[in-house]
């Protein structure tokens, strides 16, 4: 048998029941959605010689600013100058918040990456197919 489960069969049958449950979550008190630690950037899209942005360069499987300290809304664009692949992933159980888990892509020799810190902390960020590679983003108002 072939099952195909759709969003729509997880959602209360009767059309009021939803409308319902929908505007409670909408007005709910403290029900407010924090804004992500770090969201992926179009490395094409950011000003490398903005006052936002920071660059690090990743060399010899090395982020070779290990630790930087930034203001929220900076821009860390990762260039890659070794021969292989590296990412760069801020993995939930490393840091404080449940929801600092991103991932960049995979991106080869001459390639950017880049990532906008929007919320003040420490972050430890790692390569997901390198994790000895480690560097630390610290988040603090300028």
């Known amino acids: 048998m072939d099952y195909k489960l759709e969003l729509i069969d997880f959602l209360p049958k009767n059309r009021s029941i939803t409308a319902m449950v929908l505007a409670l979550l909408l007005i709910m008190p403290g029900a ?10 179009d490395p094409a899209k950011v000003d490398m010689e903005a006052e936002d942005t920071v660059r690090i360069d990743v060399e010899d499987f090395t982020y070779l600013k290990g630790k930087v300290q930034v203001a929220p809304g900076t821009t860390i664009v990762w260039v890659n100058k070794d021969s292989v692949q ?5 993995p939930m159980e490393q840091n404080d918040s449940l929801d600092s888990m991103v991932k960049t ?8 990456i880049a990532l906008r810190f929007n919320r003040e902390g420490s972050y ?3 390569c997901s197919i390198h994790p000895f590679m480690k560097g630390i983003v610290q988040v603090q108002p300028a």
Not at 86 to 90: E, G, N, R
């Open 86 to 90: 590296h990412d760069v992933k801020l």
């Open 105 to 112: 892509r995979l991106v080869g020799q001459g390639k950017r």
């Open 32 to 41: 407010v959605v924090a804004e992500p630690v770090a969201e992926v950037v």
């Open 124 to 126: 430890l960020y790692i």
